[in-house]
């Protein structure tokens, strides 16, 4: 059975840094590709950055020169460094594993920019 643990969010002052981590631990030799999602209160969810399993990798925007994501050597962790963060960025961000068609989600870690 797949499972996703995200860690590394927090509250930091605008223009800081966070790392967020997402750890997969089952099937991970058919992942085809991970992303991280986020959600504003009031707000819809939004792609923040993919990389697929060859390392391609894709960003939102509004993120792009800020945000960059990685995948571990073990290739069951994908992280997603942030840097100069803005108080817009504050929501909570989610993990997604993708196994071809298949799907499945982190409960999500919560990120809090202050200004």
């Known amino acids: 059975q797949v499972q996703l643990v995200e860690s590394g969010g927090g509250l930091v002052q605008a223009g800081g840094s966070l790392s967020l981590s997402c750890a997969v631990s089952?099937?991970?030799?058919?992942?085809?590709?991970m992303d991280w999602y986020r959600q504003a209160p009031g707000k819809q969810r939004e792609l923040v950055a993919s990389?697929?399993?060859?390392?391609?990798?894709n960003y939102a925007d509004s993120v792009k020169g800020r945000f960059t994501i990685s995948r571990g050597n073990a290739k069951n962790t994908a992280y997603l460094q942030m840097n100069s963060l803005k108080p817009e960025d504050t929501a909570v961000y989610y993990c997604?594993?993708?196994?071809?068609?298949?799907?499945?989600r982190g409960q999500g870690t919560q990120v809090t920019v202050s200004s």
């Open positions: 997604n594993v993708h196994f071809g068609r298949i799907v499945h």
């Open positions: 089952g099937s991970i030799l058919s992942i085809t590709a």
């Open positions: 990389i697929t399993s060859g390392g391609n990798t």
